[in-house]
Nanobody, 126 residues
Framework: QVQLVESGGGSVQAGGSLRLSCAGSGYTFSSLSMGWFRQAPGKEREGVACIDRDGSRDYADSVKGRFTVSVDNAKNTLYLQMSALEPGDTAMYYC????????????????????WGQGTQVTVSA
């Protein structure tokens, strides 16, 4: 059973940066495709960034050039470096994992991920 625990959320002003971490156990990250998702109040959960086993990445258009997803397989930890944050980035952020392979754009779809963390809140003020 894969267990995922996010950390690193917080409150920042617009233009600031945060780095989210997702520590995993129960599975080797190098065998998983991983993703970051977010959900704002009243909105559906949406894909933010994902990284596949081969290191290939996808990003939502809204975060391209500002967010970077990476993984440290030795530490079984997924990261999301967020820069130039905007109030529109305010949401609960979740990491997720799947042992299956999906190509773009499907791998940014929440429904294809089986394992989820509990989320970490990011709040960006103007």
């Amino acid at each position: 059973q894969v267990q995922l625990v996010e950390s690193g959320g917080g409150s920042v002003q617009a233009g600031g940066s945060l780095r989210l971490s997702c520590a995993g156990s129960g599975y080797t990250f190098s065998s998983l495709s991983m993703g970051w998702f977010r959900q704002a109040p009243g909105k559906e959960r949406e894909g933010v960034a994902c990284i596949d086993r081969d290191g290939s990445r996808d990003y939502a258009d809204s975060v391209k050039g500002r967010f970077t997803v990476s993984v440290d397989n030795a530490k079984n930890t997924l990261y999301l470096q967020m820069s130039a944050l905007e109030p529109g980035d305010t949401a609960m952020y979740y990491c997720a994992a799947t042992p299956r392979l999906w190509g773009p754009p499907t791998r940014l779809t929440p429904s294809v991920y089986e394992y989820w963390g509990q989320g970490t809140q990011v709040t960006v003020s103007a």
